[in-house]
């Protein structure tokens, strides 16, 4: 089962900040958060991953609590490109590792 | 990166019949994953295939239906046997990262499979 819970779908307008929680209460102490997204009719595609300092790159930011409970996934400047499901995913660091998806949340950017 | 080309893109089959979806990685990966996306869900994953040995299924999953293979690093197979119109679905086959550092995982483009 996905030990991650994100709201199902969230709106947000062109140029604002998005920002997406995810859940994550039962994450082990080895454990990363690693955000996706899948774009409709794509694979998904890799955003960011932290461990317990907040991380940014050209995509995005993502904040992590300090207890690691739960965690944000903020786009700076939401565009219509970034209309996609994003998936929240806690998972060791080791790249043989298989990933559970959970439901994700549906964002919908507004023009 | 790893760039992961999957064929068929598309499909649409009669029941009954099975299909071999084709998953091939421009670089040598250990562990090869293969995904189901039924329409307006989440990936599931199928099963994990290692080059050499058996591919690893998920609970809900079973060889006979979903047969894999992986005859090196850089290629796989999955079969969805004896389709329904319940198979209809997205298969997807992922790879993880190639460095230490860069374990993100990457996707191919999906099979959109129709059974009719």
């Known amino acids: 089962d996905a030990k991650t819970t994100q709201p199902p779908s969230m709106d947000c307008a062109e140029g604002r900040a998005a920002n997406l929680p995810c859940n994550h209460s039962?994450?082990?102490?080895?454990?990363?958060v690693y955000w996706y997204r899948q774009i409709h009719s794509q694979g998904p595609q890799y955003i960011i991953h932290?461990?317990?300092n907040n991380e940014t790159n050209e995509m995005a930011s993502l904040i992590i609590t300090e207890d690691r409970k739960s965690s944000t996934l903020i786009l700076p400047h939401a565009t219509l490109r970034d209309t996609a499901v994003y998936y929240c995913?806690?998972?060791?660091?080791?790249?043989?590792?298989?990933?559970?998806f959970g439901k994700g949340t549906r964002l919908h950017i507004l023009p | 990166s790893a760039v992961i080309s999957q064929k068929p893109s598309r499909d649409i089959c009669q029941r009954g019949t099975s299909l071999t979806i084709q998953c091939q990685v421009d670089?040598?990966?250990?562990?090869m994953f293969w995904y189901r996306q039924q329409p307006g869900q989440s990936l599931t994953l199928i099963a994990t295939?290692?080059?050499?040995?058996?591919?690893?299924?998920e609970s809900g999953f079973v060889i006979d239906k979903f047969p894999i293979s992986r005859p090196n690093l850089t290629f796989s197979t999955l079969t969805v046997s004896n389709m329904s119109p319940e198979d209809s679905s997205i298969y997807l086959c992922?790879?993880?990262?190639?460095?230490?550092?860069?374990?993100?995982?990457?996707f191919g483009q999906g099979t959109r499979l129709t059974v009719v």
């Open positions: 039962t994450i082990s102490g080895n454990e990363y």
């Open positions: 932290g461990l317990k």
């Open positions: 995913i806690v998972r060791a660091m080791n790249r043989d590792d298989k990933i559970i």
């Open positions: 670089s040598q990966v250990t562990m």
């Open positions: 992922s790879v993880g990262g190639q460095t230490r550092v860069k374990t993100e995982a990457f």
């Open positions: 295939a290692n080059q050499g040995s058996e591919a690893t299924y």
